[in-house]
């Protein structure tokens, strides 16, 4: 089903080489230090990989999510935390910008984006996770600018990230308009403040910490409307996020599928009961199991990057995807520890840090639990409103 050119399978190869050298041989200390790892970023800005999919016109490679998604995984099974920044520094808000953007606004972000900035995307709130569209950030429209206030929280790269896509409440001549997106670059636009980190379980090289907008102007050409207008601005920069779906999911298979392997090896190296462990049967059905896991996520991974319209991959598709991966991390990282016994249990090996740094794809990006809800929708071919009179009103 899925032949991948001689382009493809060439990227796949130079990337696994880069991933496999110096981006692993850091891992570890990315996760013991807790900090972002510039010198990776480096390697990815002259490998030309971030910002590949910008299109040439803007400077970048032009590639297709897919490549990216080759990209992620080989980088992932090294090094979540460089995987991710991959990700981010295609997809998401870059993708978003690249698609509905002006001019104006593609070339203020693309120069940054290939000069290494991994964008952030600011949806989520404390009061606003799962339920996105009640976000309270609100911009206020006053003559050509608008005023955004309002605090986020788990922002990837908070303090590190110059670009920001900011989702906030639209307000024009005192009127709720819709969801719309802002252009932020931190360091230029006044009125953003970084605030607390978090102490997160995984992927510590990545600051995950609140972003606070407090009366920051926004110059009105710098507002992201997606071109089914702000009525449909929401659903509108999803299509766009569903490409970051699949990237994430994607950071998920790539470091199960490198706990696996580590795992593979060790069984052929461990001794109990005077043989290798690979040879016990109970362990190959594991190990079985784990492949077909694998290889189910990444055909629906890819199958899910190749999707879709405008661009930007279907939404179901994507939804599935990210949820299959996302668990199959979960578990896959686990049964790599547990194949390692004790020795898996240590930090001086990585299947700890892969067991943590797999965890937050059931939750970021869009829960399971909500991921499942958006695919009932479709298989059940209704709406699924989870809001408490949700049904009611659909039935008025
Ligand atoms: C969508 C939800 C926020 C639920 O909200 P609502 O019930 O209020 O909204 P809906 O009526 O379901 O949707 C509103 C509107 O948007 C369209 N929509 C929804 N999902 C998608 C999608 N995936 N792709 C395209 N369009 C979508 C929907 O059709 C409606 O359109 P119309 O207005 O009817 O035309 C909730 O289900 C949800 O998704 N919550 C998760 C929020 C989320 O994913 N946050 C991610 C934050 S960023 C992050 O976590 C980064 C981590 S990473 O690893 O990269
Ligand atoms: C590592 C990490 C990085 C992140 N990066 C970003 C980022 O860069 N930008 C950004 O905007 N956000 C980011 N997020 C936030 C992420 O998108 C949210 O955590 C996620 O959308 C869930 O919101 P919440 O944490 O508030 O959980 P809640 O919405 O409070 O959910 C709590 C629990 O209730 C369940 N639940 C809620 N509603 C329903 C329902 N209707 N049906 C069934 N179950 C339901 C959820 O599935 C979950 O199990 C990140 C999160 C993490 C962990």
Request: charged share 25%; aromatic share 6%; with cysteine.
């Given at each position: 089903?899925?032949?991948?050119?001689?382009?493809?399978?060439?990227?796949?190869?130079?990337?696994?080489?880069?991933?496999?050298?110096?981006?692993?041989?850091?891992?570890?200390?990315?996760?013991?230090?807790?900090?972002?790892?510039?010198?990776?970023?480096?390697?990815?800005?002259?490998?030309?990989?971030?910002?590949?999919?910008?299109?040439?016109?803007?400077?970048?490679?032009?590639?297709?999510?897919?490549?990216?998604?080759?990209?992620?995984?080989?980088?992932?099974?090294?090094?979540?935390?460089?995987?991710?920044?991959?990700?981010?520094?295609?997809?998401?808000?870059?993708?978003?910008?690249?698609?509905?953007?002006?001019?104006?606004?593609?070339?203020?972000?693309?120069?940054?984006?290939?000069a290494?900035?991994?964008p952030?995307?600011?949806?989520?709130?404390?009061?606003?996770?799962?339920a996105?569209?009640?976000?309270?950030?609100?911009?206020?429209?006053?003559?050509?600018?608008?005023?955004?206030?309002?605090?986020?929280?788990?922002?990837?790269?908070?303090?590190?990230?110059?670009?920001?896509?900011?989702?906030?409440?639209?307000?024009?001549?005192?009127?709720?308009?819709?969801?719309?997106?802002?252009?932020?670059?931190r360091?230029?636009?006044?009125?953003?403040?970084?605030?607390?980190?978090?102490?997160?379980?995984?992927?510590?090289?990545?600051?995950?910490?609140?972003?606070?907008f407090?009366?920051?102007?926004i110059?009105?050409?710098?507002?992201?409307?997606?071109?089914?207008?702000?009525?449909?601005?929401?659903?509108?920069?999803?299509?766009?996020?569903?490409?970051?779906?699949?990237?994430?999911?994607?950071?998920?298979?790539?470091?199960?599928?490198?706990?696996?392997?580590?795992?593979?090896?060790?069984?052929?190296?461990?001794?109990?009961?005077?043989?290798?462990?690979?040879?016990?049967?109970?362990?190959q059905?594991?190990?079985?199991?784990?492949?077909?896991?694998?290889?189910?996520?990444?055909?629906?991974?890819?199958?899910?990057?190749?999707?879709?319209?405008?661009?930007?991959?279907?939404?179901?598709?994507?939804?599935?995807?990210?949820?299959?991966?996302?668990?199959?991390?979960?578990?896959?990282?686990?049964?790599?520890?547990?194949?390692?016994?004790?020795?898996?249990?240590?930090?001086?090996?990585?299947?700890?840090?892969?067991?943590r740094?797999?965890r937050?794809?059931?939750?970021?990006?869009?829960?399971?639990?909500?991921?499942?809800?958006?695919i009932?929708?479709?298989?059940?071919?209704?709406?699924?409103?989870?809001?408490?009179d949700?049904?009611?009103?659909?039935?008025?």
């Amino acid at each position: 089903m899925f032949d991948l050119t001689p382009e493809q399978q060439l990227i796949r190869n130079s990337v696994r080489e880069l991933a496999q050298g110096v981006i692993k041989s850091r891992a570890a200390e990315v996760d013991r230090s807790e900090e972002y790892p510039w010198e990776n970023v480096q390697l990815l800005v002259e490998a030309g990989l971030m910002g590949m999919c910008i299109p040439k016109k803007h400077g970048g490679a032009g590639a297709s999510y897919l490549d990216a998604v080759l990209v992620v995984e080989e980088m992932a099974k090294a090094c979540g935390v460089t995987g991710r920044i991959v990700v981010e520094g295609n997809m998401g808000a870059i993708g978003a910008i690249c698609a509905y953007g002006s001019k104006k606004q593609i070339d203020r972000v693309a120069p940054l984006v290939l000069a290494g900035d991994k964008p952030a995307i600011c949806i989520t709130e404390p009061g606003a996770g799962s339920a996105a569209t009640s976000m309270s950030t609100i911009a206020v429209k006053k003559k050509d600018k608008y005023i955004l206030n309002g605090v986020k929280h788990w922002i990837t790269g908070g303090g590190v990230s110059r670009v920001h896509l900011v989702f906030a409440q639209v307000v024009e001549n005192g009127e709720r308009q819709g969801i719309g997106a802002f252009i932020a670059v931190r360091g230029e636009d006044e009125g953003m403040r970084i605030g607390r980190r978090e102490p997160a379980m995984g992927l510590r090289g990545l600051p995950e910490t609140e972003v606070i907008f407090e009366n920051m102007e926004i110059s009105a050409d710098m507002a992201l409307v997606p071109p089914q207008g702000l009525r449909r601005g929401f659903g509108g920069l999803m299509d766009a996020y569903n490409a970051q779906r699949v990237g994430a999911g994607t950071v998920a298979l790539g470091v199960a599928a490198g706990a696996y392997d580590t795992a593979k090896e060790y069984m052929k190296t461990r001794e109990q009961f005077g043989r290798p462990i690979a040879e016990f049967q109970g362990l190959q059905w594991m190990i079985a199991d784990m492949d077909v896991a694998l290889e189910s996520a990444r055909l629906m991974l890819w199958r899910a990057a190749c999707s879709g319209k405008n661009g930007f991959p279907d939404p179901l598709l994507a939804a599935q995807a990210k949820l299959l991966a996302s668990e199959t991390a979960v578990k896959v990282t686990n049964d790599a520890l547990q194949l390692h016994g004790a020795a898996g249990y240590s930090r001086d090996l990585p299947l700890e840090r892969m067991v943590r740094d797999a965890r937050m794809f059931t939750i970021g990006g869009g829960t399971a639990q909500m991921l499942r809800n958006l695919i009932a929708g479709h298989a059940l071919d209704m709406k699924t409103p989870q809001t408490r009179d949700g049904y009611s009103r659909l039935a008025k």
